[in-house]
Nanobody
């Protein structure tokens, strides 16, 4: 089993920044990739960014490229999502997830383990 715990969400004004953290524990040696997803009220959960757990590759959805940065601290088994130039449309619950098959998958169905989510609210 793998456990993921997100933190760092909150309320921020448009144009501001937040950094989300995802602490990963358990059978971490089984992980191939970790991703960040978000879900706004009334909408489907969508891919935001992903990082290879065993390498250095990253991937982003187009709407966050140039504004968000995913990174990791392998020694601490923690993945970060630095979010800059935030927009009201970034408001959502943000989840981190781990999968045991692909380095940088974007499909929610690929992911095997999920955190509980952290709320990000961007005011205009």
């Amino acid at each position: 089993q793998v456990q993921l715990v997100e933190s760092g969400g909150g309320l921020v004004q448009a144009g501001g920044s937040l950094r989300l953290s995802c602490a990963v524990s358990g059978r971490t040696f089984t992980i191939y990739g970790v991703g960040w997803f978000r879900q706004a009220p009334g909408k489907d959960r969508e891919f935001v960014a992903a990082i290879s757990w065993r390498g250095v590759g990253t991937g982003y959805t187009d709407s966050v490229k140039g504004r968000f940065t995913i990174s990791k601290d392998s020694a601490k088994n923690t993945v970060f999502l630095q979010m800059d130039t935030l927009k009201p449309e970034d408001t959502a619950v943000y989840y981190c997830a781990a999968n045991q098959r692909y380095n940088r998958a974007w499909a929610t169905s690929i992911y095997d383990y999920w955190g509980q989510g952290t709320q990000v609210t961007v005011s205009s």
